[in-house]
């Protein structure tokens, strides 16, 4: 008969893993309810002297149970959530379009509009706003002799555009190149670039919004239109309890509307919490992670999705379902092995990987792989 200081404990309150396990919200609950149930079998058990249980796999006190078979291999800890497919732009903020043209609008974008360098987002009185990439907006007109960095940004624009080669001033060959985006646009030739012509973003823009009108006054300065890139994300609002377990690079398998999985990498990770809930409490950090195939989602916007993060992986684990875990009185957790002519006995082991998602966990400890063990029936 087992000694009562190796019986598990039949309270439900059970102390958490040790070192090594990655607590999760689900897991834990999960366990909890488990362990109440299991550590009652296991104690009946052992309070028989490891007789045989009844069949049908029941013990005496009337829970019924199962065996199942430690294994061994590979072992991969997933996070799962809930997530958005959208168009964003990197660290989730938007692009404000800032109009600097004087005049009236008289042509405007339609949300979901794509642009992309040299081409016209808008006009006022007419004359065309185009798009040129870069950090340093349009804060001067410009003309040849001129120097600086929105100089060296409108040539690399212009190089880009097949406009003009390498020049660190505005030369000759600028307002030659800018003549002949003019002449493109057709516009008259100035080979002068004017404050309110261009609109500076990072790169390629999707309209999200519009707040200006067509026919009202452009007021120089003011706010028009907010823009993403025109790329798409999954946005995961993650705990910030669990910001420890996620890490950038971290492979991530997405679940399409259509139930479709398609596999993504987690690109970046926020860094300002926000609260959810009227209560002001559940933290959470934005997690943006960039599809490997983007085509698989096809015109998906704002769709809900589901997540799976890879968050740690071993080559060889001993493996055993988490619904097998027995919490120990004196602290620890256990599990039952089932030995030769069917005696049970406890053997205490240490915690390791947990996969959420197969419901199993890697330990360590007086368990070897092909043993079998005591499961609480589905």
Same mark, same amino acid.
């Given at each position: 008969?087992?000694?009562?200081a190796?019986?598990p404990?039949? %309270?439900?309150?059970? =102390?958490?893993?040790?070192? +090594?396990?990655?607590? #999760?919200? #689900?897991?834990?609950?999960?366990v909890?309810?488990?362990?109440?149930v299991?550590?009652?079998?296991a104690?009946?058990? /052992?309070?028989?002297?490891?007789?045989?249980?009844?069949?049908?796999?029941?013990?005496?006190n009337?829970y !019924?149970?199962?065996v199942?078979?430690?294994?061994?291999?590979?072992?991969?800890?997933?996070?799962?959530a809930?997530?958005?497919l959208?168009?964003t732009?990197?660290?989730?903020? /938007?692009?404000?379009?800032?109009?600097q043209?004087? &005049?009236?609008?008289s042509?405007l974008?339609?949300?979901g509009?794509?642009?992309? #360098?040299?081409?016209?987002v808008?006009?006022?009185?007419?004359?065309?706003?185009?798009?040129l990439?870069?950090?340093?907006?349009?804060y #001067?007109?410009l003309?040849?002799?001129?120097?600086?960095?929105?100089?060296?940004?409108?040539?690399?624009?212009?190089?880009?555009?097949?406009? =003009?080669?390498s020049?660190?001033?505005?030369s000759?060959?600028?307002?030659?190149?800018?003549?002949?985006?003019?002449?493109?646009?057709g516009?008259?030739?100035?080979?002068?670039?004017?404050?309110?012509?261009?609109?500076?973003l !990072?790169g390629q823009?999707?309209?999200?919004?519009v707040s =200006?009108?067509?026919?009202?006054?452009?007021?120089p300065?003011?706010p028009?239109?907010?823009?993403?890139?025109?790329?798409?994300?999954?946005?995961?609002?993650l705990?910030?309890?669990?910001?420890? %377990?996620?890490?950038v690079g971290?492979r991530?398998?997405?679940?399409?509307?259509?139930g479709?999985?398609?596999?993504?990498?987690?690109?970046?990770?926020?860094t300002?919490?926000?609260?959810?809930?009227?209560? /002001?409490? +559940?933290?959470?950090?934005?997690?943006?992670?960039t599809?490997?195939?983007?085509?698989?989602a096809?015109?998906?916007?704002?769709?809900?999705?589901?997540?799976?993060?890879?968050?740690a992986?071993?080559k060889h684990a001993?493996i055993?379902?988490?619904?097998?875990?027995? =919490?120990?009185? &004196?602290g620890g957790?256990?599990?039952?092995i089932? +030995?030769?002519?069917?005696v049970h006995?406890?053997a205490?082991?240490?915690?390791?990987?947990?996969?959420?998602?197969?419901g199993?966990?890697?330990?360590?400890?007086?368990?070897?792989? &092909?043993?079998?063990?005591?499961v609480?029936?589905?």
């Open positions: 008969m087992m000694s009562s190796a019986l404990s039949r %309270e439900s309150g059970a =102390a958490a893993p040790g070192p +090594g396990h990655r607590p #999760r919200r #689900r897991l834990v609950g999960l909890t309810v488990v362990l109440g299991v550590a009652v079998v104690w009946a058990v /052992g309070a028989c002297g490891g007789h045989h249980p009844r069949s049908g796999g029941v013990s005496d009337g !019924p149970t199962s199942a078979t430690v294994t061994e291999g590979p072992l991969v800890a997933q996070l799962s809930s997530g958005t959208e168009y732009t990197a660290g989730g903020s /938007g692009y404000s379009v800032v109009n043209a004087p &005049g009236t609008f042509k974008p339609s949300p509009e794509a642009f992309s #360098r040299g081409q016209v808008y006009r006022v009185s007419d004359d065309p706003v185009i798009l990439y870069g950090s340093t907006p349009v #001067r007109s003309h040849e002799g001129d120097t600086g960095p929105d100089v060296r940004e409108l040539n690399a624009n212009l190089v880009a555009l097949g406009y =003009a080669t020049s660190d001033y505005f000759y060959e600028t307002a030659y190149a800018l003549e002949r985006l003019q002449y493109k646009l516009e008259q030739q100035t080979g002068s670039l004017t404050e309110g012509q261009a609109v500076v !990072p823009i999707r309209i999200s919004t =200006a009108t067509l026919g009202t006054n452009a007021a300065g003011s028009i239109m907010q823009a993403s890139s025109t790329s798409r994300e999954v946005v995961v609002e705990d910030a309890a669990e910001q420890t %377990e996620v890490t971290e991530v398998q997405i679940t399409l509307p259509d479709q999985a398609t596999p993504g990498t987690v690109s970046g990770i926020g300002v919490a926000s609260s959810s809930g009227s209560s /002001g409490s +559940g933290a959470t950090l934005p997690v943006y992670i599809l490997k195939h983007p085509k698989a096809g015109t998906l916007d704002q769709a809900p999705v589901t997540v799976e993060i890879t968050t992986a071993v001993v055993v379902p988490i619904d097998a875990l027995l =919490a120990l009185s &004196g957790y256990a599990v039952e089932v +030995g030769a002519q069917r006995h406890l205490a082991v240490t915690l390791g990987t947990f996969d959420d998602a197969d199993t966990v890697q330990v360590t400890g007086r368990v070897q792989a &092909g043993e079998r063990i005591v609480p029936n589905a």
